[in-house]
């Protein structure tokens, strides 16, 4: 990969973009679809995107990007896989969506239970967040209770019982974080400190309504955090004895973190698992999946209402089938991307030493993440103790150097299979010239 002329920055390099921001802002509320994208994080202006090109990125001014976002992770194989995209277009060529069901949404599902213990059957839906939403209906519906216990910077989607801040104790009952969002939709929302037991103990100490705890095992929404494995055991231990449900929310990690996402690589096992990103290679989808037992509780086999007309759209099928499938036919996939990563973090933490930069680095298989400080952080609260303005200005100089990673301090980053040894070279010595500045 060729470096960008440095020399070409600013309202130059970005031109066409900033145009197309402005007018995306007439239209669009920020200009955006999501609220991340606008880049208020890191400061500038989005690269617009005109294309994708296997490992890299291609804006509407032309500047080349090596991609660490990919999608927020959907591409594990990189941009325009030429076996995924033939799956698309064979299948578009059938028709677009039936509302009925097909054989693609069987196999799919056959693939995945297939990779894991615990799981018998799997439901589509659209997105993550409407994976997640269904997922704590349903362990409310199999229990009978009501109350939900999620932990600070863990991203389980926008629905509004999900969007909560802390209250004013440890382990209290969330408010809304979010204009819109009734008071009464988050009073069963309990909040937690992520890794801390004590707070967790607490939470059921609190309330005998806990239905669910629902989890990021590898939290990717605030930066890169995976949860201490004595942490997830008592989450276990506590459903088991209180009478709830333990959802890992695997959106993110499912099929990243390894094969069989975070439940290859921690000892405790969930009750339900929700699905995205990976298994819709870059189409719209989402899923959950549990055991026969729990699942039947879903209808038309039980009393637990969900549906959706898009949900196991054929496209998107197609395309997750394949994709998982080229997953499981390259055995060393895993042992590859995290070589990679491996190499990459420590390019990156030799320049910040070299440089007595405060610099900490975390990944498991193809998701990674760093941060500016002390020591790794271990909560959202540590987080936030972090540089972001050293974050921002690393982030802005690695942009224009042609290197794109996530836009914000509090989002992971992903390696895909089409980055090659030469492009974490040369990311390296990226980051070596931008150390040396900061």
Not at 15 to 44: L, N
Not at 146 to 162: A, R, V
Not at 249 to 272: C, P, Q, W, Y
Not at 301 to 324: E, H, I, R
Request: net charge negative; with cysteine; charged share 25%.
């Amino acid at each position: 990969m060729k470096l960008l002329n440095l020399t070409k920055i600013g309202y130059l390099m970005f031109d066409k973009s900033i145009t197309a921001y402005e007018e995306a802002k007439k239209v669009i509320p920020g200009g955006v679809d999501s609220p991340v994208r606008a880049f208020k994080s890191v400061g500038g202006t989005p690269p617009f995107i005109d294309r994708g090109e296997g490992a890299y990125l291609v804006d509407v001014d032309g500047n080349k990007y090596l991609d660490f976002v990919q999608s927020w992770g959907p591409l594990i194989f990189g941009h325009c896989d030429k076996d995924i995209e033939e799956a698309v277009i064979k299948t578009v060529k059938k028709g677009l969506s039936f509302g009925a069901p097909t054989v693609l949404e069987t196999e799919l599902a056959s693939e995945i239970v297939e990779m894991y213990d615990n799981i018998d059957k799997v439901r589509f839906v659209n997105s993550g967040t409407e994976a997640v939403m269904s997922a704590i209906r349903l362990a409310r519906g199999v229990t009978g209770k009501n109350g939900i216990l999620k932990f600070e910077g863990c991203y389980h989607g926008h629905s509004d019982s999900l969007l909560v801040q802390a209250g004013s104790g440890m382990a209290t009952f969330g408010t809304p974080s979010s204009p819109g969002v009734p008071a009464d939709l988050t009073k069963h929302t309990l909040l937690c400190e992520y890794n801390n037991i004590d707070e967790l103990k607490k939470c059921f100490e609190t309330s005998d309504d806990i239905a669910c705890i629902i989890i990021e095992p590898i939290a990717g929404n605030m930066g890169f955090i995976p949860a201490d494995e004595e942490f997830l055991a008592q989450c276990r231990k506590l459903c088991d004895e209180n009478g709830a449900l333990l959802i890992f929310d695997e959106v993110m990690s499912g099929f990243r973190a390894s094969l069989t996402g975070a439940h290859g690589v921690v000892n405790t096992k969930s009750d339900i698992i929700t699905f995205g990103k990976v298994i819709g290679a870059g189409m719209p989808v989402g899923a959950f999946a549990a055991s026969s037992e729990i699942m039947a509780h879903l209808s038309p086999d039980g009393a637990v209402y969900q549906a959706g007309t898009l949900s196991g759209n054929p496209v998107a099928m197609a395309a997750g089938l394949v994709s998982l499938r080229k997953i499981k036919a390259k055995k060393d996939l895993y042992e590859n991307l995290n070589k990679k990563v491996t190499k990459l973090l420590a390019g990156f933490k030799k320049a910040a030493e070299d440089n007595d930069i405060a610099f900490q680095v975390d990944s498991r298989g193809s998701m990674f993440g760093f941060f500016f400080c002390e020591k790794p952080p271990r909560n959202f609260k540590e987080v936030g103790t972090c540089n972001f303005d050293r974050f921002a200005k690393f982030h802005q100089e690695m942009l224009k150097r042609g290197f794109y990673f996530a836009c914000s301090q509090y989002e992971a980053a992903f390696m895909c299979e089409a980055i090659s040894d030469e492009d974490i070279d040369n990311c390296i010595k990226a980051a070596q010239e931008v150390m040396a500045k900061l």
